[in-house]
T-cell receptor, first 114, second 116 residues
């Protein structure tokens, strides 16, 4: 158990819809990273939040957005969903933004768009 | 443009023998390298890391070697056990501008099968 909790574990929705994925980081971790893993692909970095502030963006579509709340949990919002958005979405947390250290991953949310 | 490459999608090894997983990178700004292990239906689990100032790091049965001039790193598992069967991801990071963001760039993974 990494201490990172993601909900829901599975999500099936129709094209055009909007979903919200939730992540609770490890206790004390201020950084939350979101990653997307599509079929046969490595994990692709989407976005990083540190203590409520956006720190970096990767290959995140404009239809996607995220935020980190005062209690440090984070949500990834995916809208106008397309079939190609079907993927595993992982959240990871780490202790501080200014230190290069390992990140701890949640179990992921498997999103299926039909 | 794939900055972290794991050219072997799969590897089979006999139990008790050495497993060697390889990883190449192209971005010379990477300064921290990690290996993650992933079982089906689970998130990646951190295994071992190495800073660019070192060329070797060891943790029990796991050793990571870094060859900066060749932009190559490898993970050695000795002895290999059936429970090591998983997908292994190589990852690298560098400081993202001045924002203190250390997002990871992952390879596509190598599926290791340890045969009893």
């Amino acid at each position: 158990d990494s201490g990172v909790t993601q909900t829901p574990k599975h999500l099936i929705t129709a094209t055009g819809q909007r979903v919200t994925l939730r992540c609770s980081p490890r206790s004390g971790d201020l950084s939350v990273y979101w990653y997307q893993q599509s079929l046969d692909q490595g994990l692709q970095f989407l976005i990083h939040y540190y203590n409520g502030e956006e720190r970096a963006k990767g290959n995140i579509l404009e239809r996607f957005s995220a935020q980190q709340f005062p209690d440090l949990h984070s949500e990834l919002n995916l809208s106008s969903l397309e079939l190609g958005d079907s993927a595993l979405y992982f959240c990871a947390s780490s202790a501080r933004a200014g230190v290069n250290t390992e990140a701890f991953f949640g179990q992921g949310t498997r999103l299926t768009v039909v | 443009d794939q900055q972290v490459k794991q050219n072997s999608p799969s590897l089979s090894v006999q139990e008790g023998r050495i497993s060697i997983l390889n990883c190449d990178y192209t971005n010379s700004m990477f300064d921290y390298f990690l290996w993650y292990k992933k079982y089906p239906a689970e998130g990646p689990t951190f295994l071992i890391s190495i800073s660019s100032i070192k060329d070797k790091n060891e943790d029990g049965r796991f050793t990571v070697f870094l060859n900066k001039s060749a932009k190559h790193l490898s993970l050695h598992i000795v002895p290999s056990q059936p429970g090591d069967s998983a997908v292994y991801f190589c990852a690298a990071s560098t400081k993202y501008s001045g924002a203190g963001s250390y997002q990871l760039t992952f390879g596509k993974g190598t599926k290791l099968s340890v045969i009893p």
